[in-house]
Every structure is written in C-alpha cells, then in structure tokens.
Nanobody
C-alpha cells in the first residue's frame, strides 16, 4: 500500500509565497520521477514541474523563474516552493510519483491541495 499526501496549500495574496509538500509512504523500494500537476476549475490538469531521482528538473513555461521543485530522497518527500504567486496559479495541486514496490512499478497520485491566490 502506497500513499502520497500533499500539504501546504492555502489562501495567499498575489505576490505571496507558499510551499507545498508531498510525502510518500508505504512499501516503497524506490521512487523515480516525481511531479506536481495542477487543475483549475473548468480546465484540464497540467504539468507544473517534474524532478527525476537524480535531481533533474523541468518546469512549465508559466511558472519558470517563480516556482522551484525539490525532493529529499531520505524522507521520500517532494516540495514545491511557489513565489510571486498570481491569481492564475489558483488551482488544486496534485503530486504524482513513479514508485517501485516489491510487486509493482506504477504511478501514484495524491489527493490534492487547494491553492487560492487573491488579487
């Protein structure tokens, strides 16, 4: 049984900052790529940022220079530091990870955390 649990969402004014966390737990052998996605009302879920097990990162153009993805492999935890937030960043943010257990290698999703940026 594997779980991904996000935390750190909330309400912030435009220009403010938030730090999201995603903690993985369960019968984990190793974690490969980890990613943050977001879904705004009426829109499709989109990739925000991704980080490999070795620390290589990619970002959506809309968040480059404002968001920073990182991970602590000793804690099976990923982070998303979000600075200079804009109202258009308002969405439910989900973490996603490719996780190896003793029996499977598959993607898992967290339950999501709401981020609301007021203007």
């Amino acid at each position: 049984q594997v779980q991904l649990v996000e935390s750190g969402g909330g309400l912030v004014q435009a220009g403010g900052s938030l730090r999201l966390s995603c903690a993985a737990s369960g019968n984990i052998v190793s974690i490969n790529d980890m990613s943050w996605y977001r879904q705004a009302p009426g829109k499709q879920r989109e990739l925000v940022a991704s980080i490999s097990s070795g620390g290589s990162t990619i970002y959506a153009d809309s968040v480059k220079g404002r968001f920073t993805i990182s991970r602590d492999n000793t804690k099976n935890t990923m982070y998303l530091q979000m600075n200079s937030l804009k109202p258009e960043d308002t969405a439910v943010y989900y973490c996603n990870a490719l996780i190896n257990t003793r029996w499977l290698n598959r993607f898992y999703w967290g339950q999501g955390t709401q981020v609301t940026v007021s203007s």
